[in-house]
């Protein structure tokens, strides 16, 4: 299965990432009232995804008119349909977010040693250990753990 991301770029609808079996029902939804030969350009994209025929820059272009009777009082506005279908790379999206959570990993050990160090030089310093535990969100006795480095 593919997934494929899909932007409006006539700015009507926004950007969605389907299921390659998802992506006629979501562009058929996004454009209701759309002519046929925007339809068939539509399901015609679907097939060939569907067949792992993705074309080099898959779009689904075209002009219609939208009922629009219920938020102006012409009833009908012209609309420019332009959407382009991206294959997402989930295995590069796998690795960028893996390399993210490792980032923020090493982000999180050195604010962690940096938080303990603080605790320590305030204990160190003649801190009550109450006040810093108060200071830090944690008990008295992790207090002692980290000054002794037990924790």
Known sequence: ?????????????????????????????????????????????????????????????????????????????????????EQVDLLADVRATTERLAALRQEIDKADSAWREAIRTAVADGGRVIDVAAAAGISRERVYQIRDGRR
């Open 1 to 85: 299965m593919t997934r494929y991301l899909i932007t409006d770029e006539a700015g009507n609808s926004g950007t969605v990432t389907v299921q390659d079996s998802e992506v006629a029902a979501v562009l058929h939804g996004w454009y209701p009232d759309a002519p046929a030969e925007v339809y068939e350009q539509v399901d015609a994209l679907q097939e060939a995804l569907l067949r792992g025929d993705v074309p080099a820059s898959p779009t689904v272009r075209g002009e219609y008119l939208e009922d629009m009777s219920r938020r102006t009082p012409a009833g009908r506005a012209a609309q420019y349909l332009a959407v382009r279908v």
